[in-house]
């Protein structure tokens, strides 16, 4: 196992993943946390080579699929691939949408016919996750107007109610410069580990309920506001900000308890999801009519 790498200020940051990085990658992580692009002494004085990337096919079942599951998650919060973020590129633009658009019928799905539509959105389907005519309203009026995109989500037969909001662009940036640094620190050491937290930020900010049977509601999106007004004004602030106001949230009943917190996080990802879909569609002609097959 490789030594601890937290508090080394600039040791490579994934340790355990170190072979599924190129040497390029490599050298640039480490020129990334101020370290020089020199190979590394080991205890006996020998330089320490990076690992040759290895072909993830070359991988156990149970790697790759621990592989894909973190690569699915990072989709999900809409973020880019880890290795495209550190090097500061943007992803590749997904084209997949036009080629199914243009594809013939028959060849343009295999999880369904284009011709079938979402009884309650009424765009062609499949979609796991559907939106209401009320969701699509909401969401063009926060989009076009001054407020946020909010969403209420229930858990255990409607004790628990949470609600979340969509992001503004700067609170967005902070989440992904924050789980950055935490991948410099050395908090963050693998990459389900850069994964997972960049949704917990993401989730803090985007907290707007909380409401548990029998007990008082968490009013946490003015709560964050006003925490967000008073301490993320300054150069590197936003990321401490983010940090502190996630560690607040946490210490608050009922998130405070493990079981809620990883429920939480399984509406957060719904919600994600029926604003991707939103987004996904926004193009759609019958965005708000759907014309008759």
Not at 14 to 19: D, I, N, R, W, Y
Not at 84 to 106: C, H, N, T, V, Y
Not at 151 to 170: C, H, N, P, Q, W
Not at 175 to 192: F, H, I, P, W
Request: charged share 30%; net charge negative; hydrophobic share 35%.
């Amino acid at each position: 196992m490789p030594e601890d790498t937290k508090g080394q200020g600039g040791a490579f940051p994934f340790p355990e993943s170190a072979s599924l990085l190129s040497e390029d990658e490599l050298r640039l992580l480490r020129q990334r946390a101020g370290q020089a692009a020199t190979p590394k002494k080991g205890p006996a004085g020998k330089s320490v080579e990076p690992p040759a990337p290895v072909d993830v096919s070359s991988l156990s079942p149970e790697k790759q699929q621990e592989l894909a599951s973190i690569s699915e998650a990072l989709k999900a919060v809409q973020g880019p691939g880890l290795s495209a973020f550190l090097k500061g590129q943007a992803p590749a633009e997904d084209k997949s949408a036009d080629a199914a658009k243009d594809a013939p019928p028959e060849q343009a799905s295999q999880t369904g016919a284009l011709n079938e539509r979402c009884r309650r959105c009424g765009w062609h389907g499949p979609y796991a996750i559907e939106a209401t005519e009320q969701d699509k309203l909401a969401f063009v009026a926060a989009v076009c107007g001054e407020g946020r995109f909010i969403k209420a989500f229930e858990a255990y037969g409607g004790k628990l109610v949470i609600s979340f909001r969509t992001l503004e662009t700067d609170e967005a940036d902070w989440c992904s410069r924050r789980a950055y640094k935490d991948v410099k620190d050395g908090l963050a050491v693998t990459y389900e580990d850069f994964g997972m937290r960049f949704v917990d930020y993401k989730m803090a900010l985007s907290l707007e309920r909380v409401v548990p049977s029998g007990g008082p509601p968490l009013l946490l999106g003015k709560e964050t506001d006003d925490f967000l007004e008073k301490n993320a004004t300054g150069i590197g602030e936003p990321e401490i900000a983010v940090f502190n106001r996630l560690a607040q949230i946490k210490k608050k009943a009922p998130l405070n308890k493990e079981n809620v917190w990883r429920v939480a996080r399984k509406l957060f990802d719904r919600f994600l999801g029926l604003t991707g879909l939103l987004e996904e569609r926004s193009e759609d002609p019958d965005f708000f009519s759907p014309a008759a097959d």
